[in-house]
């Protein structure tokens, strides 16, 4: 069990912001896990647990023990006619993991290429993107317990799982640590979700001449490019905050004044409204202070230009909010975790 002191986390978040651990381990199994958790418990130090640091906002120094997955390894333990289950290591970075079913014809995972992070973050808030999220080919996870190391298993009902919302953002947040994430992928004929957004037009500039799951994997990836900004180049969390979801009636009077606001109609009488166009129209969009701001081609992402602190992210995070709720009356609720 190594534990080092006082450590930088600035290689471990994709905003690259300097702030320090008081404690910082790795671990590479279940038991080295228990073992960190029980020490943890004697020294009553409390406890912060990173993946790829793709989905934090680090504004202050972390106090106590902070644990990095390093849990690896993708296996395939079970299969029938139709379906295949992959079991994959939290630690596993998850473009890897959709790379591995990619290359055994297994579908379920590509429209989600190239999210940043490892697998074990992801059922934190049930990621998304591009008409899927992981819920639709989640098994089951494992997990152990901060409190006690005990080792749970969650279904997909026991996670709770809905549009960038887990139990464990909410009932269980800040007491399991999920350690393996099972998947139930399709083998052939697989099915093609390429319905949303840009996926049919960039297929078609792509001249094919069959449609497969490598072929909405390159498209996907040829999209994100194209609109998100690459971490290694400019720091950033992805979408600072979640798509506002409001009644219809509120939406129909929001229309009135605002004829072109673009809108997602969702079961029971709701609505989704793209942030996005919410903090373009109250002028945000492309803004800096100092060194953050909002990403030019796309202001839901806030960006560290080089040097910000997390404190002054969340500030401008906050002024965004504000500039929302004055303009459109709408609460803008980040999806970032903010520490
Ligand atoms: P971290 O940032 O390390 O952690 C996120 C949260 O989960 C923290 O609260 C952490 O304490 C907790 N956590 C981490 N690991 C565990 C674990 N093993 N057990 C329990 N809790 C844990 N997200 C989408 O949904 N869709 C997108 O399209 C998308 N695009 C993105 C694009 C860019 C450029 C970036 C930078 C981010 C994007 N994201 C997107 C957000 C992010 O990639 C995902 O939320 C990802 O799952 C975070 O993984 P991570 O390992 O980096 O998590
Ligand atoms: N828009 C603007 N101005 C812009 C950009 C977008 O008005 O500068 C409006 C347009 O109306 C556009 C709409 O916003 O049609 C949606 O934009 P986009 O397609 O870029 O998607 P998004 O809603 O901003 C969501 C997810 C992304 C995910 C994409 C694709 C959330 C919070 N974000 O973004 O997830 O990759 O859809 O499915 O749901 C993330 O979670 O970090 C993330 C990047």
Known sequence: MSIQQQVSLRPFNTFG?????????????????????RHAKEKKWPLFILGGGSNVLLTQDVPGLTLHNQIKGITAIKEDDRYVWVKAGAGEVWHDLVLWTLDRNWGGLENL?????YVGAAPMQNIGAYGVEIKDTFDHLEAVEMATGAVRSFSLEACQFGYRESVFKHELKGQYIITHVVFRLEKEPTTFHTSYGAIQSTLADMALTELSIQAISKAVIRIRQSKLPDPKVLGNAGSFFKNPVIADSRFRSLQKNYPDMPHYPLPDEEVK???AWLIEQSGWKGKRVGATGTHVKQPL??????G???AEVWQLAQQIQAAVKDAFGIQLEPEVNVW
């Open 113 to 117: 290429s190239l999210i940043p992070g």
């Open 17 to 37: 912001l300097h702030v320090e651990a008081e404690n910082f381990a790795a671990f590479t199994n279940v038991e080295e896990l228990q073992s960190l958790l």
């Open 301 to 306: 992402v806030l960006v560290n230009y080089g």
């Open 308 to 310: 910000a602190t997390g």
């Open 273 to 275: 409204i793209p942030a």
